[in-house]
Each structure stands twice: as structure tokens, then as C-alpha cells.
């Protein structure tokens, strides 16, 4: 018992370094800051709170609006179809909150897989208005004609190649491979704003970016060291 | 490029981890969640979990369990065994499961695939079929329960009614090649391929890596599941769990869909 308690002691004390020394390495304080998940019901919250644990970056989900008011970083996740995942987040009471850090504090949000896809003003999947975000649309796989022969669902890995240099794909852009799952992809309304490309059939933009807001279409909690060093480069841009 | 996907297909039996040879004779390897872990470390490409005594038993998929599996799994996950409802469905995926497989109750009812589908959309819903070739000979037929139940109807029946009800995948399990390690049935894979218009996924026969290229290079861009491959070494087949390394993988499928000539799709109705 004494024993085991010694070596945890040990391990503690071995943590409490690591975290000492990261924050030397790192002069702007992002380590007080926390990333913030909108637990709106839908997507794997806690494969990203499991990710920022291994970092040992805070993370917290916020199932409020009291909860996400002092978010200073935002994920927001989101599986399956697209009304039944605007619908909860609608009625989540989290909304006006979220509009207001987004638009008028710039607080930095990425939304992930149909997360991302609700960044746009609609899609063809349903009927509810996006939080439209980033100007573009979300179209079906099945109505584009590079893509019309392939099966529906894109599913897999796939290479994504980034169209300019951004800091969400520091240290990755190297043989970048992630994990893809979806039906749908996003039109964007200006060139500008799609950051990596994918292909399926031709080049679909799969990670858009208009100012504070992110968006990837594939799975960064499910693709393995890829997906963990981008979701560290969010925690740290 | 889109890759093949190779995937370790785990079973769960009695609250451990089993491989079964021929859908009997199963034998403990190991802990669910301790096995997840180590595929997250050799960064396989997707696992698939599948609980085989819910639907023998008639009871609810193992909750607790999924969401610890799901919390560990740092790469896509599939679970399956035991889901009759939308609601255990929808409960499954928002727990953090990327696809979940419906197979008995598909059969019984087919409806039950779209109403998921509504749901969680068609991306995470998988059917799952078990096939056998019927010892007199003719099409693969479709079995529920461990294959001890026959449908009396074909492999292609099905797949075109899962493909109708909006089926993400299909993952086509060849029953008496379960547990022999001797290759993949790919005249089954060939013909499966030729016939549907959704991702596919072959168990069943994985006893090599040389399998795997083999089957890519039958069929193109596929997922490639086997179990015995990856929990057994050697011929005493004691308990180890690999898994190809990033390189080994990366030339694997270079090399087999460089000999890869996929059957011609016909493009998808609209």
C-alpha cells in the first residue's frame, strides 16, 4: 500500500515537471485557457476530451449557456443528419451564447464532420437554416457528377492536402492522411475560404476557414497522430 | 487517395474478448478494452466490435461497455450485436460510436435500417450479413444467430435491400471461412462488388497479409476485416495481438491496387 502510494506520488511529481516545463516552452499562456465542447446531445464528446487529456491541455464540455459563457476556445462536434443535429443545438438554449462569442467576441470555434457542415447557411440534407457562418452550402455526394459513380457514403482514410499554409496544419503537412465518414461535403460561396482539399471522384474543399471559424469535415478525434496534432495546433493558434 | 481499410474485428463473448472458429469454439484472447488500446498505438485504420450473444440471448447491447470502448477508441468504431430499436441506436451513436451494425433484425425487418438511417444518418448505419454457400450448391444464403438460423434468401437479395433501405456499409461475413485463416472467399467478394453501390467490407478467411493485398486487389478500395489474423501468431495459435506497421501497410496497398481492375460501377440512381 505505502509502496504504491510512493509511486504514484512519483508519477504525480514527474507530471507536475512536464506541466512546468510546457509552460516555459510556451510564453502565451493558451494553458489557462480552456477548449470548450458543445455537448448539444449528438458526437463523441469525450474523444476529444480524451485527446486534450493525453496533451494535457484543459478541456471541459459545456452543456449551457452558463457553461460555454467564458469559453475561450470552442469545438463543436456533430454526427448524422443534418436537421437532427441543428434542431438540438436550437433547443439547447446554448445558441444566442454561442452567435454572440462567435460574431462579436471572435472567439476561435471548429466545428467538426456535420459540426462543420452546420458552419454554412443550409444544406440539402434537410430543411433548417446553418448557423451560416462561412458562406457556402452543404451538398450530397449523390448530385455531384465527379462523385456520382463512387460509393455514398466517402468512407475512410484519405489524403488531405492543404491549398494554403495555415497554423491548424503545422507540423502535419506531411503526408497528412484523416479519417473520413459523410455523405455530404460543403460548397463554399468563396474560393478563399476552403483551406485543404480532399479528393473523392475530384477535389472537394474538406477544412474551410473564414476568420475565427474552423471547420473540418473528417474526424480529427479518430485519426490517430494527425488528428491529435491538429486538434493541439487549434488549442494553440 | 481513398485507402482500403484493413480492420480488426473484435468479438465479444461472456464479457471477454473471444475468437471463434466457424462461429463456434470460442476462444478467450483477451479484454475489449485493453485491446483497444493496443490498435490505438499500432494506429489501425477502423475496429469493429461485435457482441455475439445479445441476439442469442434477446437482450439490449452492453452499454457501459460501448461507451467505455468508445472513450478509449482513438480511431472509428463499430459496434454490433443486439440492436433492435432506433433508440438503442441513436443511444450508441451518441455515445461516441461511429457506425453501428444491425444484422438479425435487419433481416426480420428491413424498415428498421431507414428509420435508423433518419436518424443518425446513413453514413453510421452498417448491415451486417452472415453468408454460407449451401453445401448443394447455388447462391450464398443469409443466416441470423450466430448462423444457426438459415433465411432461405440470397446474399444479393439482401444487399440490394439494405443498399434500398439506406445502408452506409456492408460488412459480409463468410461463416465457413470463420477462424480457417486460408484467404478471403473472393469469388463471394467479386460478386458482392459488382452489385452494390456502398462501401463494402469482407470478413471471414483473413490468414495473411498476402490475403489482404489479394482481396484489395479483387476488389478495389474495400475494407478488409479479419479477426484470427490479428489476435493469433504461429501455428500453435497463441494469443498476440499485431497488427502491419505504417510502412508495411503503406506498400501493401500500393502494391495491390496497383494490380487492382475494381469491377466497373454503374453510376448510382439519383
Not at chain 1, 135 to 145: K, L, Q
Not at chain 2, 169 to 192: K, T
Request: some cysteine; charged content about 25%; proline content about 5%.
Amino acid at each position: 500500500m505505502a509502496e504504491n502510494r510512493r509511486a504514484c506520488d512519483a508519477v504525480a511529481s514527474v507530471h507536475r515537471d512536464v506541466t512546468r516545463q510546457r509552460i516555459k516552452l510556451v510564453p502565451n499562456s493558451w494553458w489557462r485557457e480552456v477548449i470548450t465542447i458543445v455537448d448539444y446531445g449528438l458526437g463523441n464528446i469525450d474523444a476529444f476530451l480524451n485527446v486534450y487529456k493525453r496533451l494535457n491541455i484543459p478541456a471541459r464540455r459545456a452543456t449551457s449557456a452558463a457553461e460555454l459563457r467564458d469559453a475561450a476556445r470552442i469545438i463543436l462536434p456533430g454526427v448524422g443528419h443534418f436537421d437532427r443535429a441543428m434542431k438540438p443545438l436550437n433547443d439547447s438554449g446554448m445558441r444566442p451564447v454561442l452567435d454572440e462569442l462567435v460574431r462579436q467576441r471572435r472567439v476561435p470555434v471548429l466545428g467538426v464532420c456535420v459540426g462543420m457542415q452546420m458552419l454554412a447557411q443550409g444544406s440539402d440534407e434537410g430543411t433548417e437554416l446553418g448557423l451560416g457562418w462561412i458562406d457556402g452550402r452543404v451538398r450530397a455526394f449523390a448530385s455531384w457528377e465527379p462523385a456520382r459513380h463512387l460509393p455514398s457514403p466517402h468512407m475512410g482514410w484519405n489524403d488531405v492536402r492543404p491549398t494554403h499554409g495555415n497554423r491548424l496544419f503545422r507540423h502535419i503537412e506531411q503526408d497528412m492522411r484523416f479519417y473520413f465518414l459523410h455523405s455530404y461535403y460543403f460548397e463554399c460561396t468563396h474560393a478563399e475560404d476552403v483551406l485543404a482539399v480532399a479528393e473523392y471522384g475530384a477535389e472537394f474543399g474538406c477544412a474551410v476557414q473564414h476568420e475565427n471559424v474552423y471547420g473540418v469535415q473528417f474526424h480529427p478525434e479518430k485519426s490517430h497522430r494527425f488528428g491529435t496534432q491538429l486538434l493541439r495546433n487549434f488549442a494553440e493558434a | 487517395m481513398l485507402r482500403p481499410r484493413i480492420i480488426p474485428c473484435l468479438l465479444l463473448h461472456q464479457g471477454g474478448l473471444v475468437k471463434t472458429d466457424r462461429f463456434g469454439n470460442p476462444k478467450y484472447v483477451g479484454d475489449p478494452v485493453n485491446a483497444v488500446r493496443i490498435f490505438n498505438e499500432k494506429e489501425a485504420d477502423e475496429v469493429i466490435v461485435v457482441d455475439i450473444d445479445a441476439t442469442v440471448e434477446g437482450r439490449e447491447p452492453n452499454f457501459p461497455l460501448i461507451v467505455q470502448l468508445a472513450r478509449e477508441c482513438r480511431m472509428p468504431l463499430c459496434y454490433g450485436g443486439g440492436i433492435r430499436t432506433v433508440e438503442q441506436a441513436k443511444r450508441i451513436v451518441g455515445s461516441g460510436v461511429e457506425k453501428v451494425s444491425i444484422s438479425s433484425a435487419f433481416v426480420e425487418r428491413p424498415a428498421l435500417v431507414s428509420e435508423i438511417a433518419k436518424e443518425v444518418g446513413n453514413q453510421s448505419v452498417v448491415v451486417t450479413l452472415d453468408v454460407r454457400k449451401p453445401r448443394w450448391g447455388g447462391d450464398y444464403e443469409v443466416c441470423t444467430h450466430n448462423g444457426r438460423r438459415g433465411t432461405g434468401r440470397s446474399l444479393l437479395e439482401f444487399a440490394a435491400e439494405a443498399e434500398a433501405a439506406g445502408a452506409g456499409e456492408l460488412l459480409i461475413n463468410a461463416i465457413d471461412r470463420d477462424g480457417l485463416m486460408a484467404g478471403y472467399d473472393l469469388e463471394l467478394a467479386r460478386a458482392a462488388r459488382a452489385a452494390t453501390h456502398i462501401p463494402l467490407t469482407f470478413l471471414g478467411g483473413a490468414g495473411s497479409l498476402a490475403d489482404i493485398e489479394q482481396l484489395i486487389a479483387t476488389c478495389g478500395v474495400v475494407g478488409a476485416a479479419a479477426g484470427s489474423l490479428f489476435v493469433f501468431k504461429g501455428a500453435y495459435r497463441a494469443v498476440l495481438i499485431t497488427y502491419p506497421g505504417v510502412q508495411q501497410k503503406e506498400a501493401l496497398l500500393r502494391d495491390a491496387l496497383g494490380a487492382a481492375v475494381p469491377p466497373a460501377l454503374t453510376p448510382a440512381a439519383v
